[in-house]
């Protein structure tokens, strides 16, 4: 079983930064998936970043180049580092981690309690 804190939200100004944490209680696989998701007042839920096994990372077009995923073993934490804040990026940011099951069985999802982030002036 895996739990996942998220701390880190805020208000900032526009061209402000921010960086999200995401604790994980249990133990935390080289073959599990993670990422960043956010979702804004009236939209859907939509992936920001992800790290895949391997190491390798994804980026929503709109952050690319502004945000940054990354996870530090040793303290069994991820984190999204977000520069360069814009308004339309005011959304509760939520972590999740897709733990690895065995090849014969399906990925299993563990979501953070989300943490709001407000971009304004």
């Known amino acids: 079983q895996v739990q996942l804190v998220e701390s880190g939200g805020g208000v900032v100004q526009p061209g402000g930064s921010l960086r999200l944490s995401c604790a994980a209680s249990?133990?935390?696989?080289?073959?599990?998936?993670m990422g960043w998701y956010r979702q804004a007042p009236g939209k859907q839920r939509e992936l920001v970043a992800a790290?895949?096994?391997?190491?390798?990372?994804n980026y929503a077009d709109s952050v690319k180049g502004r945000f940054t995923i990354s996870w530090d073993n040793a303290v069994n934490t991820m984190y999204l580092q977000m520069n360069s804040l814009k308004p339309e990026d005011t959304a509760v940011y939520y972590c999740?981690?897709?733990?690895?099951?065995?090849?014969?069985?399906?990925?299993?999802?563990?979501w953070g309690q989300g943490t709001q982030v407000t971009v304004s002036s």
């Open positions: 999740k981690i897709d733990r690895y099951m065995g090849i014969s069985s399906p990925r299993r999802a563990y």
């Open positions: 249990g133990r935390i696989f080289s073959v599990d998936d």
């Open positions: 790290l895949t096994t391997g190491g390798s990372t």
